[in-house]
């Protein structure tokens, strides 16, 4: 397949292919020059990239995925700053900070409904 | 491996070695006029690779803007681009690629952002790139503020990826709303990046009285009449934040700019100042402060709005009932409902701004919709943002149907200066922008005191005035009409509106600027077409309709105008001797610096150490807790209509009883004291009314007088306030007569007025001794 090929049967610009292989994300054509060809499996690659796209992974996380696991994980970058609710006086839940919008927003729906659970549990207690 | 020799070489400030940056300069040229700006922008391009490049630089449109076209130069050639629809525009890129020509394209995507790609700079090649851009500008009755952004801030999106390594941040963007945008890197520290620097020139009408920029160092040429060059003054700068230019007129009065454009017609910008339309009626006002308190408007941004709309709630008069509202990505409310503005409900907003720390996401769109609810139909909507925010085509979509009238404060150093206009502009409002460097509370109270009352209503112009005139004129900012005339039969258009007209002379004016406004006019109609884009691919047939519509409608404008937008873009493709057809270029994307004042974290994450950055609590406890224990501390426990002062503000006291200036912050000290009733506090009405007066000269000699200055809001009210006075004598009614003369005239006599406001025993006696 040709760039321009290959563009066309995975929906990407031509541009976003060539700006994935300059990241590592995807290998460069397998001849140079005019005969540059792309095969089946970048087709494949790209389709995965775009499936972790679509849940949320950015591109630095989806380079760590498609290399498979690292030995050196101290080169990940390490998720270092908590949110931490204090849910009721007894009860305090960490988050993990770093998450897209939609993750941090699913979360912070569950903690304000635990939230209001464990409430509602303490004052039928107290009744 | 070579490293970069062209003279303009940055040079790495820890290393003192040359940087190698695939994009090294940009430098903006141009004129900026009264209505707006004819800019040109030059990005140096230079691969010291050993590879050819692709470079992708990646900016944000300033308002109301559209890319006119480029040339491109290098070694032995230059080329021009053309306007091409925006597939054909990729195509002819792309076959350029392969071939291995050097070629250009500028892609515009939503919320104004484009790429900018040059591709196949070979080795040791230097390409320039001189891109057009026409730009709006803000307008204000004496002046206008030039905004272009040297930056891009990161910005919050629901579905936005972000991460971050080596201090850098990182962003990308749903690709089912804005395709194959791609978004440069957020460098932490600036000062490793390309070179900034502008050269402008101002033409101008009216006479300077100053121009001035609070983003950068600046170098002025002035003379009477020429246009005034206006420069960076040291030899370069780092690309972290916008520039900002201010110009003020010594006067303020009609401008009309004109000149043929073709065709037997008469190309002409007139912008017409609010005082022009009379004066505001008094009817109580309904407000609600929606302030944005997302993780980007840590530090100085969200203290300056605090102080913003504090301010601001001093300028409301017990008729007028406001509301008070903060969001993230949920949004809280001082009240359910809209409360009046008393003593205890400005108390009630001063602690719930205390506790609106900054956190979470912008969804801006959801506050506006609760704003809105509380309204209930009626009323306006003050936003104090750094509209940091992407998306926002489905924002304006949500905003326009409420029906609400918008008003926005903008903070930031490099922001969405483009989207906050159409946001207030789409709604009837009036909007502001600054930087939190600048006096943000002063601006807020300015931009308050334009809100709620027209000036003028029902506007309709003649002379094929497109856009339509806005629906309302508010103080303080000017009417900006784009229109045309036949050359030979008309020099003149009507201007009405509810209860007056006016006739606006077109001058002949020259070629230069008539073409000059014609491409303005053109980028507005585009602007706000673009803004009319469905945010996502249409899927329900409605939808696509919509989508088509809006679409051919810049297919039209875009022809109409010579002006690229979302539906055409700008291509060149330069053949040179010895291209390699089939070569794959190295892509780079253009990092770019933070934006000043926008803390990293916010969106790229924290620090190494484990923090607490949340508790969490339902907001109302917390909030009612607060206001609970601020007023039990209170001594006394206030009755609802004592007169003690609302806030235990101190004014300095100047150096010399005699001394009668006031800063802005001792102003804006005076402004807060002011009771709901618009006088001053004070133990018995003789006190009131002597401080009243003292406060009201401060003012005046300030420069405010009731229709013009930030602060002829406050001043309206102090005026009302001793109106209201049943003077015991003829000799105080007098004295209030001329008092009231001075706010109008803005002739003060000299006198320690400052020392007399702020003292709390204050006499009537003592204000007319001064005055003898």
Known sequence: MTLAEIAEASGLAARTIRFYIARGLLNGPVKGGRSAAYTPEHLARLERIKRLQSTGHALSDIARILSGPSEDDSEMVPATAWWQHAVADDVVVWVRAGASPWRAKQVRAAVDEFARRIGQAKNSEKE | ?772
């Not at chain 2, 009323?379 to 925010?389: E, H, S």
């Not at chain 2, 101190?650 to 004291?673: G, H, P």
Request: contains cysteine; proline residues 6%; hydrophobic residues 40%.
């Open chain 2, 1 to 772: 491996m070579s490293v970069t020799e062209s003279s303009f070489a940055p040079i790495a400030a820890s290393t003192g070695n040359p940087l190698r940056l695939a994009m090294q300069r940009l430098w903006l040229t141009g004129q900026v006029l009264p209505a707006g700006g004819r800019l040109v922008v030059q990005h140096v391009f230079r691969s010291d690779e050993d590879r050819p490049l692709e470079v992708i630089y990646c900016f944000p449109l300033p308002r109301d803007a559209a890319l006119r076209g480029f040339r491109i130069t290098g070694a032995g050639f230059t080329a021009h681009s053309e306007l091409k629809q925006r597939e054909d525009a990729v195509r002819a890129y792309e076959q350029g690629m392969a071939d291995g020509s050097l070629a250009a394209l500028a892609l515009q995507y939503g919320d104004g952002l484009v790429n900018l790609t040059v591709g196949n700079v070979r080795p040791a090649e230097t390409v320039t790139v001189f891109l057009e851009i026409l730009a709006g500008v803000e307008l204000r009755d004496d002046g206008f503020r030039f905004r272009f952004p040297f930056a891009l801030a990161p910005a919050y999106h629901s579905k936005m990826r972000a991460s971050a390594a080596d201090a850098e941040g990182e962003m990308e963007l749903p690709a089912g709303e804005f395709g194959d945008l791609i978004l440069p890197r957020f460098r932490l520290d600036a000062s490793s990046l390309h070179e900034i620097g502008f050269d402008l020139s101002l033409l101008h009408q009216l006479p300077i009285d100053v121009i001035g920029s609070p983003s950068h160092a600046i170098k002025v040429k002035q003379d009477t009449t020429g246009p005034a060059r206006v420069a960076l003054a040291p030899a370069k700068d780092v690309p972290n934040r916008d520039l900002i230019l201010d110009v003020r007129f010594k006067e303020s009065k009609l401008q009309v700019l004109a000149g043929p454009s073709g065709d037997g017609k008469r190309s002409f910008a007139a912008v017409v100042p609010s005082t022009l339309f009379g004066q505001t009626a008094g009817s109580p006002r309904r407000i609600v402060m929606l302030l944005d308190r997302s993780g980007s408007m840590e530090g100085e941004p969200i203290a300056q709005a605090r102080k913003a709309i504090e301010a601001c709630l001093a300028g409301l008069s017990e008729d007028d009932s406001f509301g008070l509202m903060a969001f993230d990505d949920r949004v809280e409310a001082m009240h359910p409902a809209l409360v009046a503005a008393t003593r205890e409900q400005r108390e009630c907003a001063r602690i719930f701004l205390k506790n609106a720390d900054a956190r979470g996401g912008t969804e801006l769109a959801l506050g506006v919709r609760q704003a809105a609810q509380m309204l209930g139909g009626e009323g306006d909507i003050l936003i104090i943002t750094d509209g940091q925010v992407l998306g926002t085509e489905k924002i304006l979509a949500d905003a326009r149907a409420t029906g609400i009238r918008l008003s926005c404060l903008g903070i930031g150093s490099a922001s969405q200066d483009r989207f906050l206009g159409l946001l207030a502009r789409e709604t009837g409002g009036v909007s502001r922008f600054v930087t939190a460097r600048e006096r943000v509370d002063l601006s807020a109270v300015d931009l308050f005191a334009s809100m709620g009352r027209p000036v003028a209503a029902g506007l309709k112009a003649g002379g094929n005035v497109q856009p339509e005139p806005p629906g309302r004129v508010f103080a303080g900012t000017p009417v900006l009409l784009y229109g045309e005339v036949d050359t030979h039969s008309d020099d003149r258009v009507e201007l009405t509106w509810d209860g007056g007209s006016m006739s606006i002379d077109v001058p002949s004016g020259d070629r230069e600027t008539g073409e000059a406004v014609r491409l303005l006019r053109g980028s507005r109609l585009i602007t706000d077409w673009e803004s009319r884009y469905p945010s996502e691919k249409a899927v329900a047939p409605l939808e696509k309709r919509e989508q088509s519509r809006v679409a051919a409608q810049l297919f039209e404008l875009s022809k109409m105008y010579g002006l690229a937008s979302r539906e055409m873009s700008l291509v060149a493709v330069v053949k040179r001797e010895g291209d390699r057809p089939g070569e794959l270029p190295d892509t780079r994307v253009v990092p770019v610096g933070m934006a000043q004042d926008t803390a990293f974290r916010a969106y790229f994450g924290g620090g190494a150490k484990q923090i607490v950055m949340d508790s969490y609590r339902p907001p109302s406890d917390r909030f009612f807790n607060a206001v609970e224990a601020a007023v039990k501390a209170r001594p006394g426990a206030t009755p609802l209509f004592s007169r003690a002062p609302l806030f235990s503000r101190s004014l300095r006291q100047t150096s010399s009883a005699r001394d009668v200036s006031a800063s802005n912050s001792d102003l804006m000290d005076l402004a807060a004291m002011l009771e709901p009733d618009g006088g001053m506090p004070g133990d018995s009405l003789g006190v009131r009314a002597g401080r009243t007066i003292a406060a009201l000269f401060t003012f005046v000699a300030a420069g405010h007088t009731l229709t013009t200055g930030a602060f002829r809001l406050h001043l309206t009210r102090l005026a009302t306030f001793l109106k209201s006075l049943s003077a015991p004598s003829d000799r105080e009614a007098r004295l209030i007569e001329t008092v009231i003369n001075a706010a109008s005239t803005g002739k003060v006599p000299t006198g320690p007025w400052l020392i007399l406001a702020s003292e709390p025993g204050t006499q009537w006696q003592q204000i007319e001794e001064a005055l003898q």
